[in-house]
């Protein structure tokens, strides 16, 4: 399971005192507090975009994890936004880097939360334009008739949803 990177800070980000823990004026919830500077250390929910890529016959292009969390499981393209794109964009990106394989006309899935990731999974369909090819996060790509999607080998509760969801529109 993945940790917000924020999780553990201890030092305020603005005047670099130790953080303590305390309810601020005005919340219910215990939160981390520079008690020098009065500077609150929230600690949100990051947002993740990506894109189920599917090709004028109805497959959809899934890429094997190279990385960790859960190597060697499948997944549809996507990762955490940039400061400055749009979801769409991050998207596209994302696909590019890992498919090695350009998106358009993206249409919103749906949004998922995993709150023990502390992530915001924002997944779009978009239509596949050439071939795809393993990028360096991915250990291989290849497309997958929606009745042929491997289930029990994907990377994350949110990637089965967005799927299971994607398929059911499609019938």
Known sequence: MSQHPHTFSRYCMHCGQRLTTAIPEGDS???MVCLDCGFIHYINPRPVAGAIPVREDGAILLVRRAIEPR??????PGGYMDVGETAEEAAAR???EEALLDVQDLSLVGVYTRTEAGVVVIVYEGRALGEAAAGEECLEVAWFAPGAIP????AFDSTEWALREWVARRG
């Open 151 to 154: 289930w029990e080998e994907l």
């Open 29 to 31: 919830k215990r939160r």
């Open 71 to 76: 190597m060697g499981t499948w997944v549809f």
């Open 94 to 96: 994302e696909t590019r």
